[in-house]
């Protein structure tokens, strides 16, 4: 070794004690990670312990509340990402930024400075190409490129500013497979060449199989950080799930719980070897079957990418399937996650948004004072508050806004409460008391007698609302009991066996 | 609340609406008599003269109103109508144009193809509006089809079509259509029985006015009462929560609305032909279909405002050729206060919709 001991002790980044606030969660709460050079450094977490958030502070995205930074032995101030850059820090985002119309050697060309020298990027990425083993041909169009060739070009951009601490969040997440293996690969190779890499990720196997060491966040904190040689799945799982998780539910277990001995009821949704492709064509959902009765609420968990979105999409009619038989009502209410997306017109009235409900299959003249009447009962019976019926949509409060889009999901034409509805992420950005009425409402719904598919990144969310959980991990699906311990296992794609 | 109230209330909030838009419209009529007055002043012409000329043309009599400010306004309230509707359902359709020189064309062709004589001429005069409504469409359609399949930017490709029917016309006018001595660029005279009738004591204004209002009145119920017009409100709104939350098919109904927009355009041409110029020729629109763009932002694309909006650039066409006439003030004048108008409203509508964009962000969830 030429460089003595220090270079040992010399950490590629060392993150202390940062806060990060957003309003008024607390994302991050005097966290720590040191990532030590020449290693793959996996960084471990559900959904929502603040993995991303962190990383997005190493790279300059966010600032710190309060805690240092040291990149590669200095102490750095990051404001912008090019700070980053200039220390040697690159990122690859779950979600790509790259210019689909621009020429693979152009997007890398993006972040510099000065003249543009595409002749001298080419060269620089045919030589980078060689040296690395990618595939690339540094005029090829992104858009026409694979998913997996496209994060190529995405770290590509990171070596070509010379980075040596690379970043990457959920890289596995929009891979197949043979591909996954095939990049943890190269990442490994890449720190074995002296550089480090940050793997952030949800996937224990991928954790303990490449990674020289784990760092585990819960809740914003810090709560493990080992070599991955002195850790096992077990481990790992308790440290991410924590211990008794129960304690944090609140209001109790519904009363009316269904378990596996109760008589089975009615069936409203039935789906047979169901197989789900995305819109990039990628397989998403594997020949799942599984059955939703009248009166229950099934809870879906499963991390980022597991299937989710195309699953309820299919339930809900709004995805076609590739496969399989799916049976279900004709109408099913869907509450999508992204409300001001999908799910209203924020520049009409309420009224307009409940008449928005079958507006693709309504014929003739539209009688708004019979939907103004509606609406006005469908605002009593869901409490939303606003100054009237005719009040633009954007001037009401998120919780009021989506109380007003489960109400229209929930009624059909004839006023009666509607046979299933699909909701996901149904509580998020609201406030606590919101939520609670969202969760009363879904509950009311049930007990009258819908079949509720509900997902939520948030688990807690799931296992305090669900009758039975059906845990996704890529793309296949299983029936697990309302137990924390056995559901986050299952997301987490750990082996062992549940029993049911 | 009562019944009695409840009236109450809707009676003082239709009369707020109303206020308001009186006021607008004051704003807007005083914003442009200011203008010119500036613009008179600074080019240095005399500004009474210049300014009387100006109102004289447009509102000096009733003839002038029905025979000069109304006349114009005809084309402009069915292509403003176009734009709005199309601009409404999120078709940016730059074509009007193009349909309307296509619809005069073809209701040309029409009018011309049937010998003369006979007791059908009504039902020719309704057959050479169908056409040139179906001509528009159809033109309107090229564009429709290339945003639907390849996802062209109808902007680009509506701008584009604009100059071929230019072109067409300019073709028609020289060929197939030209008139039987072959010595100027226009085609023969409409017989005169298939001339729009004159409506009564009303001077040259004649029937295509009573259609153009009654289209742009029922364009704006259409937009307001129908599951149809709805739907447009909402793919213009939202695509994605219409096709999401509504189950609409936004491909076909923004390829609708281009047609329905389109079929407008071209109505334009065929009424202007039918009861202003009564021959095909290359510069038989000033311009109407990129003025209709003025005409509905200044509306803010309400088939109903059309009406008025078009009347006042009507109004102002018509007055420029007076000032031009009488005053010797050269009529482009007018053309640089509506450019200015268009650009105020812009602006306005861009402040408006960012001081609302920024009011209510909901805050982030991380």
């Known amino acids: 070794m030429t460089e003595s001991s220090k270079s040992e002790e010399q950490s590629a980044l060392a993150l202390e004690g940062i806060d990060k606030r957003f309003g008024t969660t607390r994302a991050l709460v005097s966290a720590s990670l040191r990532v030590r050079t020449g290693t793959v450094h996996a960084l471990l977490g559900e959904n929502g312990a603040g993995k991303s958030t962190l990383m997005r502070i190493a790279y300059g995205m966010e600032r710190p509340d309060a805690g240092t930074i040291l990149v590669h032995g200095a102490t750095a101030r990051l404001d912008s990402p090019a700070s980053a850059i200039a220390r040697g820090v690159g990122m690859v985002h779950q979600h790509f930024t790259l210019v689909p119309v621009m020429t693979v050697a152009e997007n890398v060309a993006l972040g510099g400075h000065g003249m543009l020298d595409l002749q001298q990027t080419i060269s620089g990425l045919r030589e980078l190409s060689e040296r690395t083993g990618f595939a690339l041909d540094p005029e090829a169009r992104v858009e026409l490129l694979s998913v997996s060739a496209q994060q190529r070009v995405e770290i590509a951009k990171a070596l070509m500013r010379r980075a040596r601490l690379l970043v990457l969040d959920e890289p596995t997440a929009v891979l197949p497979p043979s591909e996954s293996a095939a990049l943890l690969r ?85 789906a047979e070897r169901v197989t789900l492709v995305d819109a990039t064509g990628v397989v998403r959902i594997r020949s799942a079957s599984f059955v939703v009765g009248a009166g229950e609420i099934v809870g879906i968990a499963g991390v980022e990418g597991s299937g989710q979105r195309e699953l309820l999409r299919a339930v809900a009619g709004r995805l076609p399937l590739a496969f399989g038989r799916l049976d279900r009502p004709s109408s099913v209410g869907f509450v999508p996650e992204d409300r001001h997306r999908d799910a209203v017109l924020l520049d009409r009235s309420l009224v307009e948004n409940v008449a928005l409900r079958d507006a693709g299959t309504r014929r003739g003249r539209i009688e708004w004072s019979a939907v103004g009447t509606h609406t006005e009962s469908l605002m009593r019976a869901f409490d939303v508050r606003a100054s009237g019926p005719l009040a633009p949509m954007r001037t009401v409060s998120g919780g009021n806004q989506q109380k007003l889009v489960l109400a229209r999901e929930l009624a059909i034409e004839d006023a009666e409460l509607a046979r299933a509805i699909v909701v996901e992420n149904p509580t998020r950005g609201l406030d606590v008391r919101a939520a609670a009425q969202i969760h009363d409402r879904l509950r009311a719904a049930r007990d009258a007698g819908a079949a509720v598919v509900l997902y939520s990144s948030d688990i807690d969310e799931v296992l305090l609302l669900a009758n039975r959980v059906l845990v996704l991990y890529a793309g296949t699906i299983r029936e697990a009991p309302v137990d924390r311990d056995t559901v986050g296992r299952l997301m987490l794609g750990a082996e062992g066996d549940v029993a049911t | 609340m009562s019944l009695r109230d409840e009236a109450r209330v809707r009676a003082q909030a239709v009369m707020r609406a109303a206020t308001r838009e009186l006021a607008l419209a004051t704003i807007v009529v005083a914003s442009i008599g200011g203008a010119t007055a500036l613009l008179l002043v600074g080019v240095g012409f005399p500004v009474l003269p210049g300014l009387s000329a100006l109102w004289t043309g447009a509102f000096g009599s009733w003839y002038a109103f029905t025979s000069a400010t109304l006349i114009r306004s005809v084309p402009l309230m069915l292509t403003g109508g176009a734009v709005a509707v199309a601009f409404r359902g999120g078709v940016l359709n730059i074509g009007a144009e193009g349909q309307l020189l296509l619809g005069a064309a073809a209701a040309v062709a029409v009018a011309l193809a049937v010998p003369a004589g006979g007791k059908l001429f009504p039902l020719v005069i309704v057959a050479a509006l169908l056409a040139a409504a179906v001509a528009g469409a159809m033109w309107a359609g090229v564009a429709a089809y290339l945003r639907a399949r390849y996802h062209v930017l109808e902007v680009i ?30 085609s023969a005279t409409i017989a005169d029985a298939l001339h729009l009738p004159h409506l009564p004591a009303a001077g040259r204004l004649h029937a295509g006015f009573a259609l153009a209002l009654a289209l742009a009145i029922a364009a704006g119920w259409m937009l307001r009462n129908t599951a149809a017009g709805f739907r447009i409100v909402a793919i213009g709104e939202s695509p994605s929560a219409a096709a999401s939350a509504g189950g609409i098919d936004v491909r076909a109904t923004s390829a609708r609305v281009f047609l329905l927009s389109g079929a407008l355009a071209g109505l334009a041409g065929g009424v202007e032909v039918l009861g202003v110029t009564f021959a095909l020729y290359e510069n038989i629109s000033p311009g109407y279909g990129y003025t209709a763009i003025a005409v509905a932002l200044l509306a803010r694309l309400d088939p109903w405002r059309v009406v008025a909006t078009a009347v006042l650039f009507g109004a102002l066409e018509a007055g420029a050729g007076a000032m031009q006439r009488d005053a010797g003030v050269p009529s482009t004048l007018v053309s640089v206060i509506e450019a200015a108008l268009i650009l105020a409203v812009v602006v306005a509508q861009a402040i408006r919709a960012r001081r609302q964009a920024s009011a209510d962000e909901p805050t982030a969830d991380t």
Do not use: C
């Open chain 1, 186 to 270: 190269w990442l490994r190779s890449f720190a074995d060449q002296g550089n480090t890499v940050v793997l952030i990720t949800h996937k224990l196997g991928e954790a303990l199989s490449i990674s020289d060491d784990v760092t585990v966040l819960r809740h914003g904190r810090t709560v493990l950080a080992a070599s991955a040689a002195n850790t096992t799945a077990e481990s790992l799982t308790r440290a991410m799930l924590g211990s008794a998780a129960g304690d944090e539910r609140v209001g109790g277990p519904p009363e009316r719980r269904l378990g596996a001995q109760d008589p089975p009821n009615a069936s409203i949704i039935r």
């Open chain 2, 157 to 186: 490709s509506t701008i584009m079509l604009n100059f071929i029917a230019l072109h067409v016309v300019s073709y028609l006018v020289r060929g197939p259509l030209q008139e039987p001595t072959h010595v100027y660029p226009q």
